[in-house]
């Protein structure tokens, strides 16, 4: 039963979570300002966050007859019967109620005006699957993830451990640019699930602009992730730069793959696109160290 609520957790997504984290602590460091509590702290807040909305996904697309047994994706512990609707249900309000605890521990360093964001986080955790208009229903899942996963996590990290926004364009680039590439994990979650979302009326954007359209976002979304940070790596030593070469030269390869698959052999490269950022990221943080 234990390996069930794990498969529900959908591990291979929890680098989205991580990868804005430590790009925030990051920025910190560059700034001389990084502060172990509050870093965990929003690393932990983060984790909790994405597995109740991991959880919720579950519970309200099942509730809501958008999942069938069978799919090709994450197996669907609610859908297949390993999971009781009731118990999915319950841990989603468990995994929300300990995010917002852990949130609550972040007002020492941020102050009252985190409660809501914190809110806003929670809210959109289960706006996702849920609601009068579930985001990830109607093409709205990308641009979600860009903001939840990429702007706040990163901006929010580097704040409550410096407590300024000094260099903010550095720090908005950064942040952009991991919530594009935690935005490619969703794709190509969705460039797999095409024909099982179309027939239920779930309107991804892959549903909406097709495959091929889809495909070129993702491959475009780690150029342009590259692109924005190159003034950062422009300040270090010129052998720096076959770093971001040999990413880009990865990050192709696994578009490649992608366009290249159907079905589950997709589920492999959604964990690759997820490590590539998680490699982005450290790529990153050892760039704002050697820079700092």
Not at 119 to 147: E, K, N, R
């Amino acid at each position: 039963m234990i390996r069930k609520w794990i498969e529900a957790m959908r591990l291979r997504t929890l680098p989205v979570s991580i990868a804005g984290v430590l790009a925030g602590c990051g920025c910190a460091v560059w700034q001389g300002g990084f502060s172990l509590i509050p870093a965990l702290q929003c690393l932990l807040f983060a984790l909790s966050a994405q597995i109740a909305s991991n959880f919720g996904n579950e519970y309200y697309d099942f509730k809501n007859g958008v999942d069938r047994k069978g799919r090709e994706g994450f197996r669907r512990g609610v859908t297949e019967g390993d999971i009781s609707p009731q118990s999915m249900k319950y841990a989603t309000f468990a995994m929300l109620g300990l995010a917002a605890i852990i949130g609550c521990s972040m007002l020492i360093f941020g102050g009252l005006w985190l409660i809501p964001i914190g809110c806003a986080i929670l809210l959109f955790a289960l706006a996702y699957s849920t609601g009068p208009y579930p985001l990830s229903h109607h093409g709205l899942g990308d641009i979600t993830v860009i903001i939840f996963f990429g702007i706040i996590p990163v901006t929010l990290t580097s704040y409550l451990q410096t407590g300024n926004w000094n260099n903010l364009t550095t720090l908005l680039c950064t942040a952009i640019a991991i919530g594009m590439l935690a935005a490619n994990v969703l794709i190509v979650n969705n460039y797999r699930d095409m024909d099982d979302d179309k027939a239920v009326g779930k309107r991804t954007t892959v549903v909406i602009f097709g495959r091929r359209v889809m495909g070129y976002v993702y491959l475009l979304s780690g150029i342009i992730a590259m692109t924005i940070m190159l003034p950062l790596w422009m300040q270090l030593p010129l052998w720096t730069l076959t770093v971001p070469l040999i990413y880009l030269f990865l990050h192709t390869a696994t578009w490649y793959r992608m366009t290249h698959s159907n079905g589950a052999a997709l589920n492999p490269i959604l964990g690759r696109t997820a490590i590539n950022l998680l490699q982005f990221t450290m790529l990153l943080l050892a760039t704002f160290i050697i820079d700092s």
